[in-house]
């Protein structure tokens, strides 16, 4: 195995590209009825799975006609009779047989025109189940299009309302090219399918670990569980969810060397023809699979597969089982040696245990483990003993908080060896490897690289890792928790208490300052008396009042330009998006970017200069306004507005003040309610504001500004403040609460 994992950028970029363009198909197909994009999971997986099949047994059937000298011969184009000659042959090399004009791209060429769609493909998904019906691949095919349920009421009210989403649905799918990806040796399919089942986990909020584990944390335990090997006989899981640990095998070692094939069960009927899907997904064969169906701990399906080298696992965390009110479970030869059952509210340690016993004396089991069972007492301190004094620990890793899906908290990994050389245990401490992805945390290439080698090398790195003997965890009464032997690093900041002071001390003289220059401010205002004297200025000019004007009879209006998210880049030139207004300015941390090779567009009439007025024109952040302050030019997006005062009669900041104070206007303007809308013409031809004089407008701004850049300098300062009190708090607190230990010398 390699020290380091090697990343080709080129691929990666392909492969997010892939993603966003698989995505952004899968929540545009959402139906406007009760089905969710959670609950759409079923129909857009089933429709690419459906897609794969197809293209699969097509691939097959023209590569036998070739090699029969019909050259130009096309499967999908044979009439069903003609194609009925080859089913047994179709059956045994792919385990299902579809006729041709039950192919996915017949059908959805055909969907448009099909009045009993729905009824079509219920009947087409039927048959190529049944096919299956008595052959070796029957388990492995019943019931998968179980979930693509083509008369639910989410997808329409009506027979034809639910044919036009599924039309919708099977066209989308037909017309994703992924010839490009192909060619860059990408795994199309399954990378599809493994990135939409990732993205539906993490939609689907303390659902979503039920059935899938974050690919890195898949691909660690792979590289664990066939560590020092070119081959396996066979890889495990016990609960095996959508599949992706045992999938990662195949990039670890290759399908071909996990010589006997993937084995796994899994208790939820979605989540298990989502696995079985994933494999096929993969390519990997019906004859290279037995994936079941069922209650592992109490009814395991594969007790004639046993043992497995390679076992990898993400079982239900703290989950309740039958424990000691099974009275046979205390006999079972998978729980027995341990003497004592994984308790009733906790069957972590009891998926532990059965592990263990169907680990073959050669091979590696790596597990997903509840941080509480590494310490709690009572049976689960009882099992650890067990596992300890047997030297069957071989490595105890800490994972970082937040990288799983549905929960937050920080798991650990906990491999178990029966053929340990020694009575070694090495805790690694990987709680600070991790890099940020959205509302994620995961693993990158050298973090993994890391973890890998430290395991592998079981080396002693500070405040990282530690390897210690039975005897040492004896000690601790087999506590196996990782802070329990790796010495925390102590980050705490070594603070000069004196120049803090006179930090404090520097603030606090200048937020006095500040707040007497605001208060002159606002007591000039009061006055109506300001540089010139702002009344006298507005008597003089506007001795009958100040005129109020529609907003288009001073300004235009810019809409900003329909980019496609499919199209977004890495980088290029700066899109601002309705998200980027923040109701003062405009926030560049979080753009996309575009070319501008894949549009036609006169640009310039979509610019963003430095000192531009933005308003957002829906979405949460409607009628919120922002000067856009940065020297690079950027491109409206669609619902983002630019408003071009006529300077001969409006300033722009006047005009930005203005909108400032009227953003609750604006909102309502818009329709307010859960999706705002606000119309470009209704706010050029609704919308009011004063026009008094240039002069005024620029004395207004000058106090506006003024106060403003004040009040921005006190907010910096009173944070600075509470920063260094927070600091100044930290230091006496420690130094308050150190005492010398008793009998010390």
Same mark, same amino acid.
């Given at each position: ?558 809409? =900003? ?10 980088? =290029? ?99 307010? =309610? ?72």
């Amino acid at each position: 195995m390699a020290e380091n994992i090697n990343i080709n950028p080129r691929t990666e970029e392909q492969k997010r590209e892939l993603g966003n363009l698989i995505w952004n198909m899968a929540t545009n197909l959402v139906h406007g009825g009760t089905v969710s994009p959670v609950q759409f999971m079923d129909y857009t997986l089933g429709a690419l799975f459906y897609r794969f099949i197809s293209e699969n047994i097509t691939d097959y059937c023209n590569q036998l006609m070739k090699d029969a000298g019909v050259a130009d011969a096309d499967y999908a184009n044979m009439s069903d009779e003609n194609a009925e000659n080859a089913r047994n042959q179709i059956i045994n090399a792919k385990g299902i047989f579809i006729l041709p004009s039950q192919l996915f791209i017949n059908v959805a060429n055909s969907a448009k025109n099909n009045t009993e769609l729905n009824t079509t493909l219920s009947n087409n998904f039927r048959a190529i189940e049944n096919s299956a019906t008595g052959k070796p691949s029957e388990s492995d095919v019943k019931g998968l299009f179980d979930n693509f349920k083509t008369d639910d009421q989410g997808l329409g009210a009506t027979v034809n309302e639910r044919n036009e989403t599924l039309t919708t649905l099977l066209e989308s799918v037909r017309d994703l090219d992924f010839q490009k990806y192909k060619e860059s040796g990408i795994d199309v399919f399954g990378y599809c399918y493994e990135y939409l089942i990732k993205m539906y986990a993490l939609n689907s909020g303390t659902k979503g670990g039920e059935f899938y584990t974050p690919s890195e944390v898949s691909y660690l335990l792979a590289m664990i569980a066939a560590a020092g090997r070119t081959s396996v006989n066979k890889v495990y899981d016990p609960a095996c969810g959508s599949g992706s640990l045992l999938l990662n095998f195949n990039l670890v070692l290759g399908a071909k060397n996990v010589k006997d094939g993937f084995y796994g069960q899994e208790i939820n009927v979605r989540t298990y023809n989502l696995c079985r899907m994933n494999m096929f997904l993969h390519d990997i064969n019906y004859d290279h699979f037995d994936i079941q169906r069922g209650d592992t701990l109490k009814n395991p399906l594969h007790e004639s597969d046993e043992p497995f080298d390679a076992i990898v696992s993400n079982p239900p965390y703290s989950r309740p089982w039958d424990g000691d009110s099974d009275a046979t479970l205390i006999n079972d030869p998978r729980f027995s040696p341990a003497g004592v059952l994984a308790p009733k509210g906790k069957s972590d340690f009891a998926f532990t245990m059965h592990t263990l016993s169907w680990l073959s004396a050669e091979g590696t089991a790596a597990i997903v483990e509840f941080p509480g069972v590494l310490y709690r007492s009572g049976a689960e301190q009882k099992i650890r003993k067990y596992l300890v004094s047997n030297n069957y620990v071989d490595t105890v890793v800490q994972l970082a908080a937040n990288m799983f899906f549905g929960t937050p908290i920080a798991t650990c990994l906990l491999i178990l060896k029966k053929n340990k050389a020694d009575n070694r245990v090495c805790f690694i401490d990987a709680s600070n490897e991790f890099i940020h992805e959205g509302n994620k945390n995961k693993l990158s290439p050298e973090n993994i690289s890391k973890i890998y080698n430290t395991y592998m090398n079981k080396e002693e790195i500070a405040h990282f890792s530690h390897v210690v003997t039975i005897a040492d965890i004896a000690e601790k009464d087999y506590n196996l928790s990782v802070s329990t032997y790796v010495e925390q690093k102590d980050t705490r900041e070594k603070i000069d208490i004196n120049e803090l002071n006179a930090r404090i001390a520097e603030i606090v003289s200048r937020e006095e300052l500040l707040r007497k220059d605001i208060d002159e401010i606002v007591a000039k205002v009061g006055r109506r008396c300001s540089m010139k004297g702002l009344d006298e200025m507005i008597k003089e000019l506007c001795p009958d009042g100040v005129e109020f004007v529609k907003l288009g009879e001073c300004c235009n209006f810019v809409n =900003g330009f329909a980019f496609k998210s499919t199209k977004f880049k890495e980088k =290029g030139d700066t899109i601002i998006r309705i998200t980027n207004i923040n109701g003062t300015g405009v926030d560049v941390n979080d753009v996309k970017y575009f070319d501008k090779s894949d549009y036609k567009a006169n640009w310039q009439t979509f610019e963003i200069q430095k000192g531009d007025i933005l308003i957002a024109m829906s979405g949460a952040t409607t009628g919120k306004v922002g000067i856009y302050n940065n020297k690079t030019v950027a491109y409206l997006n669609q619902r983002v507005g630019k408003i071009v005062p006529d300077k001969s009669k409006l300033v722009n900041r006047f005009l930005y003040h203005i909108l400032l104070s009227k953003t609750q206007f604006l909102y309502m303007l818009a329709g307010g =309610g859960a999706q705002p809308n606000l119309s470009s013409t209704k706010l050029m031809n609704v919308f009011e504001i004063p026009l008094p004089p240039i002069v005024v407008q620029t004395e207004i701004v000058r106090i506006l500004d003024k106060f403003t850049s004040l009040e921005a300098e006190l907010e910096a300062e009173l944070k600075a403040e509470l920063d260094c009190r927070k600091r100044q708090y930290e230091y006496y607190r420690d130094k308050l609460l150190t005492f010398k230990r008793k009998g010390a010398v």
